[in-house]
């Protein structure tokens, strides 16, 4: 593509830049319930010429007044439309939990509607697109909703135990789990790049297994990394996850 990012403020990404032209960009795509923010200790934790964009779903922080995105397909096709101008460089995406979903999705359409390959996919904490079970949370009330949202961490615990607080946040994360759990089995389409695999190995609900099936939608390339930690390994493991992305983005 010719179009060139320079100057593009978008709606969708909170961009960091190094002061360098880029030469490769670093897509990041939050997990169910998350923000931009998850990602903004990545920001400059890359070498002159990465840019980081951490995506910014709607219904949350400088997108709270918007409606959330309750589709994984719906949340795919905005933002690949959104990545259009920033393909000048190659791209990379690293996508945790339901990041990964719409990551897989993001890199299928990429490649066949717009014949833009990425440097790499990274998936993180999800099962496999072909292995996908139902989860139904999204059918509950609000409180079972909250639990889920406890139990797998990364979100912080004061803001769902303020009532006021809660009622701002409930509405993004009922449409993140819907698209979540409505995300069922799929054919196991293969994408045009490699595909690496992160998992904690204490993860309660992601096991190493799931997450090697990823090799199977991966032909130009896999590999499955286990580190320390829970669903949210990559907070603890920060360093050690951004040095694989560093040495991937050379």
Excluded at 16 to 30: E, F, I
Aim: glycine content about 12%.
């Amino acid at each position: 593509m010719e179009t060139m990012a320079v100057g593009i403020d978008s709606k969708w990404f909170r961009r960091y830049g190094t002061g360098a032209a880029p030469r490769r960009r670093l897509v990041c795509l939050p997990h169910a319930g998350g923000s931009a923010g998850f990602f903004h200790g990545w920001g400059t934790a890359f070498d002159y010429g990465v840019e980081v964009l951490a995506t910014r779903y709607p219904g949350r922080q400088e997108r709270l007044a918007e409606p959330g995105i309750d589709r994984i397909e719906d949340l795919a096709d905005e933002v690949t439309a959104a990545l259009l101008p920033f393909a000048d460089v190659p791209l990379t995406l690293f996508g945790h939990s339901m990041g990964a979903s719409v990551g897989y999705e993001v890199a299928l359409r990429l490649e066949s509607r717009h014949g833009i390959r990425l440097q790499g996919l990274f998936v993180s904490s999800r099962k496999a697109p072909h292995k996908l079970t139902p989860h139904t949370t999204y059918l509950d009330g609000d409180e079972a909703l909250l639990e889920e949202v406890r139990g797998l961490g990364g979100t912080d615990g004061e803001l769902l135990d303020d009532p006021d607080l809660r009622e701002v946040v409930l509405p993004a994360l009922r449409a993140d789990f819907t698209a979540v759990g409505t995300y069922g089995p799929r054919t196991a389409a293969p994408v045009g790049c490699p595909i690496v695999a992160q998992v904690g190995d204490a993860d309660p609900h992601i096991t190493a297994e799931d997450m090697a099936a990823w090799g199977e939608v991966a032909p130009a390339g896999f590999a499955l990394r286990v580190l320390p930690g829970n669903h949210f390994y990559l907070v603890e493991q920060r360093d050690a996850v951004v040095r694989a992305l560093a040495a991937h983005l050379g």
